[in-house]
């Protein structure tokens, strides 16, 4: 890793030499890119699937700490919030369990994009609760809503309840996310901070964090938190819009890596062929390239991507029409 860390610092002494030679305009779109890229993640970030086992988070704590099992919390195990939402509606309970009952019937309505209704279930768990973490957990939920809806400081307002009450690094990464979004990026990078803090090993935390260092002026930390990240992001989204930053910036052989990554972690695709030809040839590495090149057009033959890039590079390479022709 030390050795991956230092060749990159060599390399952003090259680009941060580049950088200064480019006019602001050109500056101005790279940032502008950049956000660009960073923002693909955005959606994801809402599909919040690891709060099915984050409602027994506070399994051990000191609070008291209640359970309900049922038709409707299986279905809601097994991911089918449709019918978890059906069978939790009409479920019957008292007291504490009927709260804990509502709190998965929030979650199931939020899943199953019923977001009015799961908004109602959140905000009465709020008033009538008062166990903590279940207050926690209606907070966050309707944070998830006030996100869905576009209401991002709302969402910013929720979240910081939930973490007053429980501060976990799923809220405090919701909170980077929040203010990135609205690009107050000096108040981001403090939440992804944290977040590194409590849970090293997350990638897309790392790399947002690297994002709003570039923002903030920080370039060199920049670059060592998004080449840290490459080995740590799981998500499909977030390995491809590291490639683009690094393709962007004429990072190809780091563009690469990244695309491989998501080879060995998904299943092959057009696009990531494509990424992985292209770079290869703007490293001028044909052989790999053609490799590449023939692997996306045995998938799609007329993809519109592959083409056109087959066409702007036969501009230098005449063999390329052997390409697609052998």
């Known amino acids: 890793m030390k050795d991956w860390l230092s060749s990159w610092n060599t390399i952003y002494e090259k680009i941060e030499k580049k950088w200064a030679l480019l006019s602001e305009s050109e500056q101005a779109n790279q940032l502008a890119y950049l956000e660009e890229t960073a923002g693909m993640l955005l959606d994801k970030w809402t599909e919040l699937d690891e709060k099915i086992n984050d409602l027994k988070l506070f399994a051990n704590s000191s609070d008291k700490f209640i359970s309900y099992d049922s038709k409707g919390t299986t279905y809601y195990q097994l991911d089918m919030f449709e019918e978890a939402a059906r069978a939790l509606i009409i479920e019957e309970t008292t007291g504490e369990q009927d709260e804990l009952r509502r709190l998965y019937l929030g979650y199931a309505l939020l899943f199953s994009e019923q977001l ?74 403090e939440y992804f901070g944290k977040c590194i803090e409590q849970t090293p090993e997350d990638g897309e935390a790392l790399f947002y964090f690297g994002c709003c260092q570039w923002e903030t002026g920080d ?36 563009a690469v890596h990244c695309y491989k990554r998501v080879q060995e972690k998904f299943l092959e695709s057009v696009n990531v062929l494509h990424g992985i030809a292209w770079n290869y040839a703007l490293l001028g590495d044909k052989e790999n390239a053609y490799r590449a090149f023939r ?32």
């Not at 926690?136 to 979240?159: K, M, N, P, W, Y």
């Not at 930390?221 to 390995?239: C, F, M, P, R, V």
């Not at 590079?313 to 022709?325: D, G, K, M, N």
Request: glycine share 2%; proline share 2%; with cysteine.
């Open 116 to 189: 009015e209704k799961a908004k109602e279930t959140f905000l009465y768990l709020i008033q009538v609760s008062y166990l903590p973490y279940l207050k926690h957990f209606a907070f966050v939920g309707l944070g998830c809503v006030q996100t869905r809806e576009q209401r991002i400081e709302d969402a910013i307002v929720s979240f910081q309840n939930a973490n007053q009450l429980t501060s976990t690094s799923d809220v405090v990464y919701n909170l980077g996310i929040c203010y990135f979004s609205n690009e107050a990026f000096h108040l981001a990078k």
């Open 219 to 254: 370039r060199d930390a920049a670059w060592s938190s998004w080449t840290t990240s490459i080995h740590l992001l799981d998500s499909k989204e977030a390995l491809m819009s590291l490639a683009y930053v690094c393709e962007w910036h004429g990072f190809h052989q780091v």
């Open 295 to 326: 692997e996306a057009l045995f998938l799609d033959p007329n993809n519109a991507n592959v083409c056109f890039s087959l066409n702007w590079l036969r501009q230098s390479w005449p063999e390329v029409s052997e390409w697609t022709t052998s």
